[in-house]
């Protein structure tokens, strides 16, 4: 990991305060970057024109005791990386090639949204409990990277999938 990444990851925490989510622990931050340029942003939080977890007052996930890793349908909101591939469509952007900076391991659906996209590399900061996502992006040859800040312990070194 560079000085790049390590700005790059920072500015993934700061866009995971945008988000609509009330479960401790799920503020999702995603940043896609091509040639060192930030292209698009995105957090998780219910889509345009939709009252979110935070405006109804309660997370449907935690009221239908669903765990974390399951049934990505059943909630309001969109994933953080899903809204940042949105985005760059939305602005007509090509993101073929760039690389997707995640405050964690993107889910499975987010993972194949992420190859069809063209993004090349994911750098996450926190793992999540959903272990396809690894088969695919190992079989598609999308790089997966671990982002270990400095001084946390050589155990956490980056985990690597070609």
Known sequence: MDKWDHRFMEMTRLVSEWTSCMQPGRAIGAVIVKDKRVVTTGYNGAPAGMRTCKERGECLRRKLNIPSGTRAEVCYAIHAEQN?????????????????????QPCSVCARIIANAGIVRVVYEHGYP????????????????????????????????F
């Open 84 to 104: 940042a591939v949105i985005q760059a469509a939305k602005l007509g952007v090509s993101i073929e090639g760039a690389t997707i900076y995640c405050t964690h």
């Open 130 to 161: 959903d272990d396809f996502t690894l088969e695919i992006l190992n079989e598609i040859g999308i790089k997966l990277e671990k982002y270990v800040r400095d001084g946390e312990p050589a155990s956490d070194a980056p985990v690597q999938a």
